[in-house]
């Protein structure tokens, strides 16, 4: 009874591996893949400017060498959007295409949660620190992958160390921390 | 204060598993050695699995990164976290009832008596326990063939051993009144006395104790696994906070090997 319900678990176990894990090598995740042919495109960038002062904000990242030092993690790029897209699956792929590190939890793909890019993760600033994105100035309050975009917009990934007051977000200004 | 370095951890894990053996002896420990590395090396698997951190990519598993930071991350944790528990077990069996009353009696006695009975009680349960089932077993009243009934059999020795142990408790409080628990004045006997040798490894754990938490506060020792794995601390200042980690870690397994000698000698 025992052995039958080890192997069946060890089967299952098996079975899971097999669908629900994917395996890539180094080369075959960063591979070429044929640009996309459409009308609509956005701009995005990446930056993480507020680690770059010389106080001790961010001091620990810059040591570690993974800080730019304008802090431009990706400059402003045109990318081509087919329709549907969102704003997690833009950075997605800009980062896939330019090989940086990117770290998102990723529930079901209704809303994904970016944790870190290029090394930098959430909590490496402070307690109330990450990264946040913004679209044409505005600071949306989903997700990140709930947010579809249209032609023309212009996003922006930065990163944090005060909960979005640093990188000009006014939600928490107007509504006090305690909103959170 | 908290460091991350693999030396300790390792030191630690060597340690405590020396004095596991010397204290509990070789050959049953075997088993619990390979269940123990076991542990380990699902750890050591499992963090990368969770843990995307880290600048040095191997592979990548469902469009995440695997990366090598997170494996080393995951042994390390895996060594420190076992030599918690070998620790652990290792003070359960030498740390018993007299000497922490010897210890703490006479700051605390209340404490003292309720951390002993403690001590006490929990093997006394796991005994009663045992005898309940066996003496079931024995009258052939255990009906264990299916889950349901199995576990309706342990739920009634269950109920017995709580009767048990209310029983036992009201006995041990009386006899505890009867020898004079209440009265003022009480003293506890203690077969321990401080001697020199004492006090020359009781200076050694403090001297070394007071070094670690300097080379801790002052960043001797200091090495990190995330983003990028920092080269091990190597200079004199950290080899000596090895060394006086080590002092540490192997005074109680020295201590038995060399009483064990005398003792052969003397015989």
Not at chain 2, 105 to 116: D, E, Q, T
Request: glycine share 6%; net charge negative; charged share 15%.
């Amino acid at each position: 009874m025992k052995r039958i319900l080890a192997v069946t678990a060890a089967v299952l176990a098996a079975l899971a591996a097999v669908f629900l894990l994917t395996f890539e090598t180094v080369g075959d995740h960063y591979k070429e893949t044929d640009t996309v042919i459409s009308d609509a495109s956005v701009t995005i960038s990446v930056s993480c400017a507020e680690l770059c002062g010389n106080g001790d904000v961010g001091k620990a990242l810059r040591d570690s060498g993974l800080v730019p030092d304008d802090g431009v993690i990706i400059p402003e790029t045109q990318y081509p959007i087919s329709e549907g897209d969102t704003v997690f699956d833009v950075l997605r792929a800009v980062l896939k295409d330019n090989r940086i590190h990117f770290d998102y939890t990723d529930i079901s793909d209704r809303s994904a949660y970016v944790k870190g890019i290029n090394n930098i993760y959430e909590y490496d600033c402070s307690d109330i620190s990450g990264w946040m994105y913004s679209v044409n100035g505005i600071f949306p309050t989903v997700a990140s992958s709930e947010y579809t975009l249209s032609d023309g917009d212009v996003i922006l990934w930065q990163y944090t160390c005060d909960l979005g007051r640093d990188v000009g977000d006014t939600y928490y200004t107007l509504h006090g921390s305690d909103a959170a | 204060m908290l460091t991350l370095n693999p030396v300790f951890a390792a030191l630690s894990l060597i340690a405590a598993l020396i004095l596991r053996l010397i204290v509990q002896g070789g050959r049953p420990q075997i088993k619990a050695i390979l269940r123990a590395a076991l542990f380990m090396a699902l750890i050591t698997v499992l963090n990368p699995v969770f843990s995307h951190h880290g600048v040095t990519v191997l592979f990548f598993l469902n469009d995440l990164p695997i990366t090598r930071e997170a494996i080393l991350y995951g042994a390390y944790m895996s060594a420190a976290i076992m030599a918690v528990v070998l620790w652990c077990g290792v003070l359960s069996s030498c740390m018993t009832s007299d000497k922490v009353i010897h210890l703490v009696g006479r700051a605390f006695p209340h404490l003292a008596v309720l951390i002993s009975l403690t001590l006490r009680f929990i093997p006394l349960f796991k005994e009663r326990f045992k005898g309940i089932i066996d003496a079931q077993r024995a009258a052939g009243v255990n009906d264990e063939t299916t889950m349901i009934k199995k576990l309706s059999f342990y739920i009634k020795a269950f109920s017995a051993l709580v009767t048990m142990i209310l029983e036992d408790s009201i006995d041990t409080s009386d006899s505890m009144k009867a020898r004079g628990i209440t009265l003022s004045g009480r003293t506890s006997y203690s077969d321990f006395s401080f001697h020199f040798d004492d006090a020359v490894v009781l200076a050694l754990v403090l001297s070394s104790a007071a070094y670690l938490m300097i080379s801790g506060a002052a960043g001797f020792v200091d090495l990190s696994f995330y983003p990028v794995i920092t080269p091990l601390p190597v200079s004199v200042k950290a080899l000596a906070a090895y060394a006086a980690f080590g002092v540490i870690a192997f005074i109680p397994a020295a201590k038995e090997v060399i009483a064990w000698r005398h003792s052969r000698l003397r015989a």
